[in-house]
């Protein structure tokens, strides 16, 4: 079932803003509208490898992450949800219930993934069109401008890793 994001500043007992309603965020341009946001599954293991990330973004020990993070200074559907610049493409996320995260990026390819460590790591699985799909994980900056992360070609964190961040 899709359900709309919670765009900033609005809390989750309140029902989704109109599109006409919405803000523009300068650096990204004019929103879009209502993101439908896929039903997610569970979560993945532990992820494995190192990560470097922009900056104010923790970076990533030996076994994935960095140990448990402080708390967000926001709600973490307000924190999660929006548009990010990244590696892969503009990368649209959404939390309506500050647990589960869900998104897509590219040409409908998806992402999704339940919150842990204070609700600033997300682990979960990626998918391309389908036949393609791997696990990744992201820890956002405490200020929510930010995140770093990894990405596995297949669901086997035990293989090599690319980097994922992104900026508002």
Same mark, same amino acid.
């Given at each position: 079932?899709?359900? $709309?994001?919670?765009?900033?500043?609005? &809390?989750?007992?309140?029902?989704?803003?109109?599109?006409?309603?919405?803000?523009?965020?300068?650096? #990204?341009?004019?929103?879009?509208?209502?993101?439908?946001?896929?039903?997610?599954?569970?979560?993945?293991?532990?992820?494995?490898?190192?990560?470097?990330?922009?900056?104010?973004?923790?970076?990533?020990?030996?076994?994935?992450? &960095?140990?448990?993070?402080?708390?967000?200074?926001?709600?973490?559907?307000?924190?999660? &949800?929006?548009?990010?610049?990244?590696?892969?493409?503009?990368?649209?996320?959404?939390?309506?219930?500050?647990?589960?995260? &869900?998104?897509?990026?590219?040409?409908?390819?998806?992402?999704?993934?339940?919150? $842990?460590?204070?609700?600033?790591?997300?682990?979960?699985?990626? $998918?391309?069109?389908?036949?393609?799909?791997?696990?990744?994980?992201?820890? #956002?900056?405490?200020?929510?401008? $930010?995140?770093?992360?990894?990405?596995?070609?297949?669901?086997?964190?035990?293989?090599?890793?690319?980097?994922?961040?992104?900026?508002?």
């Amino acid at each position: 079932m899709a359900r $709309s994001v919670t765009p900033e500043g609005q &809390s989750p007992e309140q029902p989704p803003l109109q599109p006409s309603a919405r803000t523009t965020d300068p650096a #990204i341009g004019p929103a879009t509208g209502s993101v439908p946001v896929p039903a997610v599954g569970p979560a993945v293991g532990p992820a494995v490898g190192p990560a470097v990330g922009p900056a104010g973004v923790p970076a990533v020990g030996p076994a994935g992450g &960095s140990g448990t993070l402080a708390p967000l200074s926001m709600p973490a559907y307000q924190a999660w &949800s929006g548009v990010w610049q990244t590696e892969f493409g503009t990368l649209q996320m959404g939390s309506p219930d500050g647990e589960w995260v &869900s998104g897509t990026y590219g040409n409908g390819f998806r992402v999704s993934g339940k919150l $842990s460590q204070n609700m600033r790591r997300l682990d979960g699985t990626w $998918s391309e069109g389908g036949s393609r799909q791997g696990a990744f994980f992201f820890e #956002i900056a405490q200020q929510g401008g $930010s995140f770093a992360g990894r990405r596995w070609p297949t669901m086997n964190r035990a293989t090599v890793s690319k980097p994922w961040t992104g900026r508002r």
